[in-house]
């Protein structure tokens, strides 16, 4: 089959080395000094960093404002079951994230009437609109600085039963669940027709649209999808933690989730797991070793730093080059002249 | 409606509109002359503050302040380009944004760990001190002095740019880096230039605006986020467009300060988005340039 | 005003009370605490939170919150040093621990203390989350700190989800010990409602009854209630509010919020404007020659406000503090002036010669607070030291004796009234105030419920 | 019959410079048109106007009978017309096959559809273009070779191939053997020549016995303006063209 040579093989060994790991996680992360709340909050962390790398790592659009579909998301669920609107804890996540999904329909429309170095300067200037925005005009509903707390633990009503995930482990595994889920959707994505445009557009947007793509539509689409996965993981922050903080908006959680991104590996989808366990552990690691303390985020702002000037691929992208489990394409040669004149 | 306030608050409009293009300015020689968005802009306007309040209060001089702030703000521009920058010219926007980002983040935690998270308070220098009552209002000489100094400073580096062989050079060599090598002249010389010429705008602005803001370390940040809503406004890359931008920008904070002080910020991201949406190149820039 | 909470003690624990202050000297001879805790440490409790895991050993762990990156962490830094003094003479005597009597200086209940500091950045998420691995990875015992109300808050929800005793650090909003107070979380800095209304009969006495204020207020709950708080006690003394502007947190430049201010016709301004943005704001105004015209009042001084914006512009200023060093050795006050100088002393000897802040005395004292009901429950059981810090119990410590009110967590505690120096009556640099009063407790305190504080179970 | 595209006296003008001035052309279906002219005559962007990347200053364009002036480039190649461009570009990081599968997914799926949860093979007829192309461009050997890593003339074979794979109606071929050696050259023509067998083309190229071996019709331009159109020998021995472009040399 010709087909293969595009790389359309169903293969299921990345999705099963995925879910074996998810499964396995809490269990031999305590070995390393980790523990579950930890792992459940990498796991958000890389929910929304799947969003990012949809947008960053196979379309090629650098956003600085991820937060604000994060914390829409997250205080569209949080409101929705702080105040007992409603009680069934899924619908609340699917409220969330279809409101973040048009809210990124929105601003994507507007960021994405330019490209480059103004969508990334767009995109930061409309995540610092949502951060005024809940602070102020909204604080009836989102609480302002204080954030929306007293989220219940979440309730999953299966029709024949009612599961109460309740314990740390319990909570780690509903996310484990809508990770995979936001994992295996994206993967299918990436492996689509639409997916495969969307390498295009990374690669040479101009090209795309010259034989006959509409790339501005197809950018809007992936961003769209992209503050879907962010809302859903804002969702799951406030659920996980029964608080949601006005944090989960600020440009610092924008730039986070980028390192993240780039750290693990940007265009091979579980790279910002990999980018949010690192920073969450080192981050943690880092903060109790004497005398380092404070100076965490150099360190980890120096690495960042090396990963962009010297290995672009992030640490899964060099590690899936080597094993080619996760590889879908190859590493991006710097993008020269010649594909951009 | 009080005519005196309106007056008071379009004069602070164009106040504060000049410091932000100043700092946007350096934003747009970089992108205009290199194609290059430096996301360490805000830093470099931190630090030169920082070196600024470090010169001031050594020496009392608020001038040699000034040339501190651009000195030390120079030398930072020269380290970080031949070190970092001069590697991403040729490569994409988005890793020149990543790098220059990655790098705000750890100078400013670096000055966090020298001078800590303190707010620092910068003396007003003497002349700056006091207020000039204009009949309908008091207002500070400072920031009287401050449109002054932008406009002075905005001037002298017209000048530079399009007046001057270097200028020539430079715009010469951001367009055909070839034909200027052909002619003799070091190319990496003349983006190192550029690049700092940006860093110590930067710089110098930030030593301007620390006697008003008072120092810490985050200052940098949120000058960045309203630098960039400047030139979008303005046009990236566009002179005029900067200064223009920056204007409007101050004006609308000041203006809706009136009436809704809790919405200037959000009107100004507003007036951003209504610019894109009927002129997305900006109102000073050229379609296609970016 | 509710005053029973105040006063209701066990006749056992009023007669150890009066021991400990009387016999301060013969502390070693007060057998009374080793015979509750040997009683009550027969008692057997269920696992809750994490008791018994985090004191199963010779340690207990303390997880401390603070801002060591982000705009707070000049108060943050400050806090830390309460913190750590207070557990180094928990462990090793010294400082107020001689004065507490059921305190040895051999760590609490015979457990070494140890604690880790986790860095909030000022912000909520980064603040819970450490917490979170203190309790999960390190079963700390108790959490405290922070400095910003709405990071408080969070994570006195959070102590309160995972039953482990919260110490709130710096936190003045209403909302703290309100509508958002927990079982699990204690407050001792005085609310908003507590700083306006010790303010307020100063105000009166010092600048009269015909004053027109206008208010620089930022625009999230601390300030919100602030202003509601500033706003009531000021109109019963007669005053007009002519506006008040509400600035989002974070704002640089507060040059059209100053115009407005300037133009509105009041003689008195109140800046409720915390950390760098009282800073920001006030040096601005000054700038704009509000003061010429304009009394400022700062209902709650930040810690290092004062050296942000330098004397000259401090003198003359109203406000209060949660505690002032200059309390230490000060006649006026005699209650708080001899403990408040062994802290100051330790402190300074400690930090060699930098001076406490009222942070730093705010995580000293609660410490040491906290350590006592532990001794005297005679176990780190959650819900017994809970009921023993609600048991209205006094512990004379910087401020004199002061308890928490059962009802909502608030400290009962004075409130002391400052008022900036001239720069020529300085006697050091860091002299910047004058005690002008110090408003009892009781009086400042608002009705228990005012503020919709409904404290959720035990367990 | 008909002609399949007809331009009629369009102008682009760049400021004060007039690129393109009052030109007029027609190409009928099933020939091959070059357009040649010396350097700066104009001829890219009159390219550019009838691929969508410049709208014209003035002027109308037709194609198969209907107006496409100022319709941007993706409408344009929705039409049926596509180019191949001067300097390659193709898809650097993709395959040999991703690159010709993008092209053909335009023209399979429309300019825009959004079906995350298909597969490539759930694409009907996908699989019958890519094999068509890499066969046609002599690509198969190389079908799973990263385009970057293809050697010169390789690439633009490539190059030529995206366009193909978007099954055009008129193929714009913008000097297709540019930096090829003359082995690589010829090849190309071949590959030209089978070509047009199925497709329109223009082609604007430089190499004269290129031109004269494959165009049936030649249109040269000057300085903006068409000088002359006509069969290769009508044009050989055109005696304007032979002094504003051809100098005398042939």
Redesign the interface.
Known sequence: MILRAVGDRSTWRAELAVALFLIAFPWIFPAIGGYANLATRILILGLFGIGMDLI?GYT?M?SFGQAAFYGTGGFVTAYLLSTGLLHNTLWALAAGTIVAALCGTLIGY?CL??????F???T???G??FY??EN??LAKWTGGENGLPGLPKPEIPLGFTTLHVHSNLALYYFVAVCFFAGYWIARRIVRSPMGAVLRAILENPARAAAVGHNVPKYKLAIFTIAAAYAGMAGGLLGIFQGYMPPDAFS?DQS?EI??MT?IGGAGTLIGPLVGAGLWSYLREALQNLHGVG??W??I???T??VL??LF?RGIAGGISDGIGLFRLRRAPA????EG?A | M?W??LI??LL??L??GSILALVALGLTIT?GLLGL?NFAHGVFFMVGAYAGLVTFERTNSFALALLAGALVVLALGIVVERV?IR??Y??????Q???T???A??IV??V??IF??????F??PPWGM??TNLGF????N??LQVIVIAAITLTAIYLVLYKTRLGLIVRAGIDDSLIVNILGIDVTKTLLAVFVIGAMVAGFSGVIDAP???V?P??G???L?ES??V??IGG?GSFTGSIAGGIIAGEI??IT??WA??????ML??A??LV??LR?QGLFGTEGR? | MDTRNGTKESALSRNLFLKGTAAAAATATVGFPAIVRAAKSAKSYPALGTFPAGVSGDTAMIGIIS?L??????D??DLVKGYKLAIKHLNGGGGLVSKVPTLSGKGVLGKRLVYKIGDSETKANPAVQAATEFIERDKAIMICGDTSSAVVIALAKLAQREKVVFLSGASGSNDTTGKDCQRYGFRSQPSAYMDAKALAPVLKKELGTKRRAVYLVP?YTYGTTLYDSMKEFTEKIGWTTVNH????V?T??Y???L??I??SGADVFVNIEF??DA??ST??AA???IFKTMQMIVPNISS?MP????AEIMAGVYGTQDWYWGLAGNKAYPEAAANSKIFLDAFLKEYHGIYPRWTAHIAYDQTLTWADAVERAGTFYPPEVIKTLESGHKIDLCLGPVAYRAGDHQQIRPVPVLKGKKPSAMANKDDYFEIVGMVPGAEAVPPLGLFGCHLPGYT | MAAMLEARSITKRFGGLTAVNELSLEVRQGTVNALIGPNGAGKSTLFKMLSGELRPTSGHIHFKDAPITGLNATEICRRGISKSYQTTQIFPNLTVSENIVIPALAKLRGPFRFDPFRRLRGVRGLADVLAGVLRAMNLEERAQTRAADLAYGEKRRLEIGLALATQPDLLLLDEPTAGMSPEESKGTVQLVKELRKSVTIIVVEHDMDVVFELADRITVMHEGRKIAEGPPEEIRAHPAVQEAYLGGAL
């Open positions: 960053f090629g650098l507007l009437r330019q490209a480059g170095v103004y990334a300067m767009l930061l200037a409309f610092e609109v005024f925005l102020s005009p440009i730039g980028i390192i780039i404070a100076f985020k150099i980890l702002g120096l960042f730093i962009v000037t672009r710097p993008r020269t002249d951009t | 009080n005196h306030l008071a608050q602070n409009g106040a504060l992108f968005v970092l590697l991403f040729r490569r994409p926007p988005e890793d944004i990543l790098v980002f990655g790098l983040i750890v935690e670096i966090r760990a800590g998270g303190k707010t620092q308070l003396p007003m006091g207020a209002l008091v207002y500070p400072y920031r008003i803001v008072a810490d985050d200052m940040a949120s000058v986020v960039f809503v030139v979008v990236l904070i000041s300060t009136i002080p809790d919405y200037a910020q959000v991201y507003l951003m988005a894109l949406i997305p970016l | 801002d990156t982000g705009s707070y962490s000049a943050g830094e625009d502007y509400l600035a989002p974070g640089t430049d040059s059209s919020y115009l407005n300037a133009n950390g760098n800073v920001a040096k601005q700038q704009f020659g290092y050296d942000g914006v330098g």
